[in-house]
């Protein structure tokens, strides 16, 4: 290193606060100087000793190109200043948190929530080489998934590091990596399970300390199993050595385990109620640290959280309640009561102690023997048993070991209970373990806590040296190069010390066995055994401690406690009440400790191994001793050492940047204590001593070819040519070695080769600055030699044009005179001329004129003459034939009355009469004896009323007997109560009919009030509507450019929420063939399972695909009737039926149909109960009035009920009677002249008074009931309470309360009154009387429920009216709020905001329109269909009817018509028979090969469907269509899942399903397909069936189908992407290449033979679109494609470019520029530029010219801000993180830089996802694209072996 020590050499020297400073060497070393004289940062000179005895030279610094690079074994200088210094620059400039250091990954907490653990992330490094990638947890966790799969070997991911340095959060997201991208198979969802397992074990085992808010007080080993496919199948977790003490003892700002405090934040649920826990500050146990919170953690919620991992575990609800109850009896036994007495030799607790009752209750224990046994113990020996009381400080030790053991209990059992949660019954093929394991440990006091962490990390840095050394030892032997032994730190000496026979550990056990040894006596032996010991040590100021010295550093421990720490004891007889407990769980976690076996036997059991209290000695033998925790701690580690050593360990070291959690804070001192005990710099220095920097040929070819001579390059072998470069550069050859495939470097020759690289630039550079300024000074030089010869010229040229010109003006002046006096003289002799015209002219008008009104007055005159003569022979006209009419007139009057004088003479003679009364003579007769039958039947009814008018009498005396025997009892004025209650409840209901009618009135007035404030409204609002409109049109005749470009906006609006939509419905699609995949391949599964010899198996060719839910039925316009579809399934069978979608579909919609009818039903119930419940609200409370209320009742009811029934009957005998007097009148016309009319009459009024009289009569017995009634009522009132009931009825008076009795009483007696109606016969012989008044009855009842039907409309219709007010008034509010609004915007915001607010009402109209206009559709469609259907019937009727009358002749007709149909061209349709559809459906889709129809019409298998189905449509055959359609697109399924990886064959389907599709469409009968038919295609159009459903189908299958498509096309170009656009040299000698270290590019290997060129991926483009074309796909699909593919490419590169910093590169940019470009122009020529291909490149074009733009000035970070709109904020600066420059001649991206890009980045609404989606898919679109040929032109090649078709 002498000779690199010259003038400006960089260095580091120490530094107390810095730890290592830079500096720069002012003069050159020389040896034998004693000092050397350096400048640092600040410009201060300082002098640096040198040891003259070690002669040891500061370390050189590493070239400013290779700091902050990923791997720190890239590093040319590798020592521990620059392993510091490229962390510092990576975490602070950066914010790069990991870092490779060889096989280690050094991961430093930033104390910030990072947006880099996404899914897309994970997706990101998924299949990934570690060495492609930056470093990150998820590449060593693919690198292990990698490994596993590919060697088959478990692996192991070590995470270690201090308290607070982030292992378990990097443990954690390994196992997230693990879930998400080894997702379990089936639906157990065990990854899911394996991540909720954190959440309960960092409440039960994290606690807060000093160092970390959430820190793991155990270690664990979580096993995550994976079956053959490497799928999660289960998970196993091994726990290490709980930290028992801190359930009892907290130190100052540290908490006790999270699950105490959350319980305490919870504990006012209603199901923790009886824990009787209060807040975490009232319990000793956790109050001991002071503070009981942490910042931004919510203990409550977090308990929620817990819980609900429980749950998801299948932890029983009853069992998490056992769990709290135990974990709040730890809590109460903490705050128990301990009361000193005889002088602290014994000690009690209080019987009253509350919360040792709270203990006893929780865990279900007497209360009365916890309270001794806490205070005594027994003592037993041969002899005999002794119970000894207990000092004050042994209650509370022994107090607290029972707290210990009962939660290291539980936590062993909740761990037992999540291994079990997480176990499987599936074979486990592999496994990854994770180790998240406490670091190395040193405090101010450290116990025996420490001691077993430092020994676990001693026994784990071990195994680490030996792997390191390992894998550097199977480098060089790969590499075939010589290699000597290197020497590494071996720590086994200090491992002996401590497990070693005699050792440490055996001493601890040793002592714990003696009866009364001590921590002292244990110390003293350790001094006198190991006090020779190089790791050991005695403190000289202690007697109690030593001293051991680890590997990271020595550790002084404090015996005091090891002894009772490593005993573990605990008193036996309170174990045995704990294992008596009525608590189950509490008794099985202790019965479980005694019968466990003592040595750890299986791993699943390893939390019970560590944490297991002791086993109680047994009376029968003191021979067999419990194992002691160090015992156990050594043989648990021993597993897992064991369990390490048999797999591939990948190692995470975490490191803790600053002890006060500061966000990228960074704290030399601490980070470089930490790196030295992790192993990080032993790494260095292992990789040091040998070759560190390597490269391969390749690499170091492209890096240093500048420094190879130009005649060592004509040879094309490269390892020749890097030979004899480096033996020509290097003269020392033990400074580097030839491997096979790789060059290996000894520390600091690549920072020598850097420096001659640096240094041929600088010539180089110097040479082109030369050449340069020399040619800039000649075109200098040139340019103003050529400006003083074009002076020259152009003044020459000057005098010459300035004589010429005057030459010119001269000549010009004579031309212009002789012009001007031409002109002169030409305007006199054109004035002259014109006067004479113009003379002439008047002179000619004048005497022309004078002839024209001469002539004029002749004609006037002759006209006059005509209109007199005409009027004078008109008027003699008219005289003489007025006169002809009066003697018409006169003649014709005289022989009228000639005429009448004779018919008179004639109507008096006596053969008239005879004529006119022929007949009269027998109808007279008849009517007589009516008319003495009528009297008899009169007097019969006279008779039978005066014996009712008699009884009526009697019955009435009777009744007034009987009220006045009433009035005489006690309450004698009850009937003037009653009459006056009577007028009162009349008074009353004159006065409610009078309110109700004003009500109306009003009600009526409101109506007409609101209808013309509703007509008000409206003519304003249609005044409105035109003033708008004229505003509209005057702001558009100002705006008409405003208003396209808001029209411009509001579409692009509309189409991205189209896009959107349709996006969101093609992922249905896409999820739902995903769900289709996985219920085959479950269905698949369960078929093998199930299956045995006997089994029968259903036919091949019904598949699951056959029963797709999305296959429609046959619809002419609707589904049908759900009677039509029962009868279906009947017909077809049940096996046929589940497979028929049709049958489905129509129950479907009559259960809709149902559904919403039953909505009807049931919201006009809850209409009319919220109407009664009005009414009911209405009715007044009081009870004084309900008597009056009853009384009106029992009339009403009363009064009702009879008329009813009278109304009945006189309804019927009315339509008898004036059926009768029908009869009698039609009899009676023929003799108009009889007195039957008046005998007819006198009946009717007898009639009438008769029902009259019985009216008054009733109304008589119905007042007097009432009053009886009421009477007895009141009389009964007094006597019971019964509860009234509700009687509602349609009557006025029915809403009142009514007795039940009373309501039964008037029920008897309308029955009695009824049937007394019955024999009203008696009244007249024929029932006429009865039969009218029965009539009556009807027609009363008729009238009163018209009368409630039109009440009821009433109330409907004014109910519709209030809320088409409210609609109105409402949609009047937002139209004034609108308005409002729209004045107070501007007026071209007005135009845009009325044309919206137009463009909506129009759509809404549109819509609505729309509608009715497809329902009337599909009712034409049908009905037409119907109509042909019947005219058809009709047709074959006729036909069958002709064929049977003509007989044979018409036979041979027709056979000799059919020959001539025959005959015919080709109709387009082909016929097959239903047998043959299989073969059909076999030969054209499920066996057939694209290349057979080469050279053929592209898509011919969709359009010989196509004329099959037709044929179908054409003979009416619904199930045969149905059939086809089915089983073609099962068959199509069924292709495209056995060739789900062949792109030409799913090509080849996407093409034929889409153009079915179309075809369906073009030939569909819509005239919006027919457009561009010609009149060949219309005749070839469907003609019985509507197959729009189907179109839906086969639209979603084309969605699929166009889905996998992409699928494999991403699929075989993804991995060319990477290597073909960032690594690739497109440019020849653009890059560069820099050191890479231990983990190298995957694309880099093997002078890149692997990698791919652009070339190949326009190749395989031009593949696709071949095929694609060939095979007649639409253009627009094939233009989506590419759009698809290219946003792939697009995403791809970006996300690696942002996940590598080895490509963000000014040269990469550069690069990738060109690779767009040959991309854009392939676009171009393939004429796919309109796809939208290249805006979806947009992101990736702004990157690169990111990486090209200047990044020094503000101008720049404006500049670009402004270019970068397709990237975000996180994008943007990412990118200028990564920017690394390949030369020393760039400059990097300085901090304050991005600070500039943030800060004006700051405002944008970026979404916070830093990678693009590659898996993002554009939702596709099928256009219409009509065929042009006709289906008579096409053909079936022979090929396709579909001979049983037949042309039609």
């Known amino acids: 290193m002498f000779h690199q020590c010259n003038d400006n050499t960089r260095v580091w020297i120490p530094d107390p606060e810095d730890v290592w400073r830079p500096a720069e060497l002012t003069r050159d070393y020389k040896e034998g100087d004693r000092s050397l004289q350096l400048r640092l940062e600040d410009d201060t000179i300082r002098e640096y000793p040198i040891d003259a005895q070690s002669k040891q030279l500061p370390f050189l610094r590493n070239p400013d190109i290779l700091v902050g690079e990923n791997d720190l074994t890239a590093l040319s200088y590798l020592h521990e200043p620059a392993v510091l210094h490229n962390l510092k620059v990576r975490f602070l400039e950066s914010n790069h948190i990991y870092t490779y250091c060889g096989i280690v990954l050094v991961a430093i907490n930033p104390y910030e929530q990072l947006p880099i653990y996404g899914q897309d992330v994970i997706y990101a490094y998924s299949g990934q080489n570690m060495g492609d990638m930056d470093p990150h947890i998820f590449a060593v966790a693919e690198e292990a998934y990698k490994q596993m799969a590919r060697d088959e070997k478990n692996q192991s991911i070590i995470v270690s590091g201090e308290s607070g340095a982030g292992k378990t959060v990097s443990a954690k997201y390994a196992m997230r990596y693990f879930a998400t991208v080894g997702g379990s198979a089936s639906d157990t969802n065990i ?76 504990a006012s649920l209603p199901e923790l109620k009886e824990l009787a826990l209060t807040c975490a500050e009232d319990f000793f146990y956790t109050s001991q640290g002071g503070d009981t919170s942490i910042e931004g953690v919510d203990d409550a919620e977090d308990f929620e959280k817990t819980r609900q991992a429980f749950t998801l575990l299948g932890v029983r609800e009853s069992h998490q309640i056992s769990i709290f109850k135990i974990i709040a009896s730890i809590l109460h036994l903490g705050n128990v009561e301990i009361q000193a007495e005889r002088q602290d030799d014994s000690c009690s607790v209080s019987p009253q102690d509350e919360h040792l009752s709270a203990f006893c209750r929780l865990l279900g224990v007497e209360h009365s023997q916890m309270e001794h046994w806490l205070c005594h113990r027994k003592l037993v020996t041969t002899a005999e048993t002794y119970v000894k009381t207990m000092s004050l400080q042994q209650v509370v030790n022994a107090r607290n070991a029972l707290a210990k053991h009962i939660y290291a209990q539980l936590f062993g059992w909740i761990v037992e209970q999540v291994n079990k949660a997480l176990h499987t019954a599936l074979k486990q093929h592999s496994f990854i373990g994770v180790l998240d394991i406490y670091g190395f440990e040193t405090f101010e006091v450290n116990s025996f806590e420490q001691f077993c962490i430092n020994y676990a990390n001693e026994k784990l840095q071990q195994q680490f040296n030996s792997h390191v050394f390992k894998l550097e030892q199977e480098e060089y032997m790969k590499e075939q190069i010589p290699w000597t032994l290197i020497d590494f730190y071996d720590n086994q000496p200090c491992i002996d010390l401590i497990e070693a026979k005699l050792g440490i550990l055996d001493l601890l056990d040793e002592e714990c066995k003696v009866p009364k040894g001590t921590d002292q006596n244990w110390a003293q032996k350790l001094y006198d055994r190991h006090g020779g010991c190089q790791h050991f040590q005695k403190p000289r100021m202690s007697n109690t401690a030593f001293i051991v010295a680890h590997f990271a550093d020595k550790v002084e421990y404090l015996s005091d406690g090891f002894l009772e720490k490593n005993r573990d004891t605990d008193e036996e007889q309170q174990i045995n009440i704990l294992k008596a407990s009525k608590c189950p769980l509490v008794a099985d976690l202790f019965h479980d400790d005694k019968d466990s076996v003592p040595a750890p036997s299986t791993s699943a059991k390893g939390s019970k191994i560590n944490v297991r209290s002791s086993r109680p000695l047994l009376k029968a033998s003191n021979k067999e001793h419990k194992k002691t925790v160090g015992h156990q701690f050594r043989t648990s580690l021993q597993l897992l050492m064991e369990t390490l050593n048999a797999t591939t360990p990948h190692y995470v070291r975490c490191i803790k940047p600053n002890d006060e959690k500061l966000p990228f804070h960074f704290d030399p001192k601490r980070a470089v204590q930490q790196l030295r005990a992790c192993g990080v710099l032993e790494t260095i220095r292992i990789s040091a001593a040998g070759y560190p920097s390597r490269w391969t040929y390749h690499d170091f070819f492209n890096r240093y070819r500048m420094l190879i001579k130009k005649r060592e390059l004509a040879s094309g072998d490269k390892k020749a040519i890097c030979r004899s470069v480096l033996e020509s550069l290097i003269k020392d050859p033990d400074k580097f070695q030839f491997g096979r495939t790789k060059i290996f470097f000894r520390a600091g020759q690549v920072a020598y080769l850097e420096k001659l690289r640096a240094d041929k630039f600088r010539a180089a550079t110097i040479t082109i600055q030369k050449t340069v300024r020399g040619w800039l000074q000649r075109v200098k030089y040139r340019r103003l030699k050529g400006a003083t010869l074009t002076l020259q010229r152009y003044c020459r040229g000057h005098l010459a044009r ?145 014996a009712a008018a008699s009884a009526h009498a009697m019955e009435v005396t009777k009744l007034r007997k009987e009220l006045a025997h009433y009035q005489q009892s006690p309450g004698g004025d009850v009937g003037l109560r009653l009459q006056e209650e009577v007028e009162s409840l009349r008074t009353e209901l004159q006065r409610a009919h009078s309110e109700r009618k004003i009500l109306e009135d009003a009600h009526s007035r409101e109506n007409d009030e609101l209808r013309k404030r509703v007509a008000d409204l409206e003519q304003e609002n249609a005044l409105l509507k035109d003033e708008k409109e004229q505003l509209n049109h005057q702001i558009l005749s100002q705006s008409k450019d405003d208003l396209a470009r808001g029209s411009a906006q509001e579409n692009l609006l509309m189409k991205r929420e189209l896009e959107e939509e349709r996006s ?82 129509k129950l479907q919609k009559r259960v809709r149909e149902l559904e919403q009818e039953r909505r009807k039903l049931q919201a006009q119930l809850e209409r009319r109960e919220q109407q009664d419940g009005r009414k009911v609200q209405v009715e007044p409370p009081k009870n004084d009035i309900d008597l009056d209320q009853d009384t009106d009742l029992a009339y009403n009811t009363l009064k009702r009920q009879e008329l009813e029934s009278e109304n009945k009957k006189l309804k019927n005998d009315l339509n008898e009677l004036r059926k009768a007097v029908a009869d009698q009148a039609t009899q009676n016309n023929a003799a108009p002249g009889s007195g039957s009319p008046d005998g007819y009459g006198l009946l009717l009024n007898q009639l009438r008074l008769a029902n009259e009289e019985l009216e008054v009569r009733k109304e008589e017995v119905l007042i007097l009931r009432t009053q009886i009634v009421s009477a007895d009522q009141r009389r009964l009132a007094g006597k019971s309470a019964e509860p009234n009931i509700n009687a509602r009825t349609s009557w006025p008076n029915s809403e009142k309360h009514v007795d039940q009795e009373d309501a039964i009483e008037a029920y008897h007696g309308v029955c009695q009154t009824n049937s007394k109606t019955e024999d009203w016969g008696y009244l007249n012989e024929d029932g006429e009387l009865g039969l009218a008044y029965q009539g009556l009855k009807q027609v009363a009842r008729l009238l009163e429920a018209q009368l409630q039907a039109q009440s009821r409309a009433h109330e409907e219709e004014v109910e519709c009216l209030k809320a088409q007010v409210e609609a109105l008034k409402e949609e009047m509010d937002r139209q004034q709020q609108t308005f409002s609004q729209t004045l107070l915007l501007s007026p071209e915001a007005q135009v845009e905001f009325g044309v919206q607010q137009e463009m909506s009402r129009l759509t809404n109209e549109n819509l609505d329109l729309k509608e009715l206009v497809e329902k009337l559709e599909k009712n034409e469609k049908k009905l037409k269909k119907q109509l042909k259907i019947h005219m058809k019937r009709v047709q074959d009727l006729e036909a069958a009817q002709t064929l049977a009358q003509n007989g044979k002749r018409h036979q041979e007709l027709s056979r000799q018509v059919a020959v001539q149909r025959k005959e015919k061209d080709f109709q387009g349709m082909l016929e097959y028979h239903r047998e043959d559809e299989a073969l059909l459906v076999r030969n054209l889709v499920t066996e057939l090969k694209p290349q057979a129809l080469a050279g053929t019409v592209p898509c011919l298998p969709a359009y010989i469907l196509y004329m099959c189905i037709r044929h179908a449509d054409y003979v009416n055959d619904d199930l045969k269509v149905h059939s086809l359609l089915t089983s073609t697109i099962n068959g199509i399924k069924k292709v495209l899942k056995k060739h789900s990886d062949d792109f030409e064959m799913t090509s080849f389907w996407l093409s034929n399903t889409c153009r079915l599709l179309h075809c369906l469409k073009q030939y569909s009968g819509d005239e919006g397909f027919m457009t561009q038919n010609t009149a060949k295609q219309n005749e070839h159009c469907l003609k019985n069936f509507d197959l729009t459903e189907y179109r839906q189908v086969l639209s979603d299958l084309s969605i699929q189908i166009y889905q996998q498509l992409i699928k494999i096309a991403e699929g075989v170009l993804q991995p060319m992407i990477v290597s073909a656009m960032l690594e690739n040299e497109s440019i020849q000698g653009l890059s560069g290449v820099k050191p890479t270290g231990y983990r190298k590019r995957s694309s880099s290997m093997a002078d890149g033979d692997h990698s791919y060129c652009l070339e190949a991926v326009i190749r395989q483009m031009n593949s696709f679109h071949t095929v694609m074309c060939d095979q007649g796909l639409d253009p627009e699909i094939i233009l989506q494609v590419f759009k698809q593919l290219f946003y792939m490419i697009t995403a791809v590169t970006l996300n690696n470019l942002l996940l590598r910093k080895d490509v963000c590169s000014w040269s990469t940019g550069m690069q990738l520029r060109y690779n767009i470009s040959q991309l854009e122009e392939w676009l171009r020529g393939r004429n796919l530029h309109q796809s939208g291909a290249v805006q979806t490149m947009e992101p990736l074009i702004q990157a690169a010219q990111l990486l090209q733009l200047k990044k020094k000035t503000p101008e720049d970070a404006e500049a670009i801000c402004s270019l970068s709109t397709s990237l975000s904020t996180q994008q943007i600066v990412k990118i200028l993180n990564l920017y690394t420059p390949l ?66």
């Not at 300390?209 to 664990?220: A, C, I, L, V």
């Not at 079956?227 to 998970?235: C, L």
């Not at 760039?1786 to 990678?1811: C, K, M, S, Y």
């Open 191 to 266: 990854e899911e399970k394996v991540l909720a397992s954190s959440p309960i074990m960092e409440a039960i085992g994290n606690a807060k300390t000093t160092r970390n808010d959430n820190s793991s007080r155990f270690g664990k080993y979580i096993q995550i199993g994976f079956d053959k496919r490497y799928h999660i199948i289960g998970a196993n977790m091994r726990t290490y050595l709980l930290e028992k003490s801190r359930v009892v003892f907290q130190a100052d700002d540290e908490r006790n385990y999270h699950i105490f405090y959350q319980l305490c934040a919870a």
């Open 802 to 946: 300035r004589l010429a010109e005057h030459l010119r003006r001269t000549r010009a002046a004579v031309v212009f005179q002789k012009q001007y006096r031409m002109r002169r003289a030409r305007l006199a002799y054109r004035k002259v001329r014109r006067a004479a015209i113009v003379i002439q002219a008047c002179t000619r008008g004048m005497f022309v004129r004078r002839i024209y009104r001469q002539v004029l007055r002749e004609h006037k005159a002759t006209v006059i003459q005509k209109h007199v003569r005409g009027w004078a022979a008109r008027r003699h006209f008219l005289r003489l034939r007025g006169a002809a009419i009066v003697i018409q007139c006169a003649f014709r009057r005289l022989k009228a009355k000639q005429e009448l004088k004779a018919l008179k003479i004639e109507a008096r003679s006596a053969e008239h009469l005879k004529r006119l009364n022929v007949g009269m003579e027998n109808k007279v007769v008849q009517l007589q004896r009516k008319i003495d039958d009528q009297n008899k039947e009169f007097k019969t009814l006279s008779e039978q009323l005066s």
């Open 1064 to 1145: 969101r419905y093609q992922n249905l699609v896409k999820e739902y063939s995903r769900l289709e995949q996985r219920y085959d391949n479950l269905r698949d599964e369960m078929t093998i399972i199930k299956q045995t010899p006997g089994h029968k198996r259903n036919p091949s060719n019904q598949s699951s695909l056959e029963s797709d839910s999305n296959y429609p039925s046959i619809s002419t316009s609707e589904v049908g009737d759900t009677e039509d579809a029962l009868q279906q399934v009947e017909e077809i069978g049940l096996e046929k039926a589940a497979l028929d979608m049709t049958v489905f579909l």
């Open 1783 to 1848: 030369n020393e001649f760039e400059e990097r991206v300085t901090v304050g830089f991005i600070r500039t890009i943030q800060a004006q980045l700051q405002d944008r609404n970026d979404p916070q996802q830093l990678l693009l989606d590659y898996k993002h898919m554009f939702p596709v679109l099928f256009p219409f694209n009509p065929s042009a040929l006709t289906m008579d032109s096409i053909h079936i090649p022979a090929c396709l072996n579909l001979e049983f078709l037949t042309e039609v």
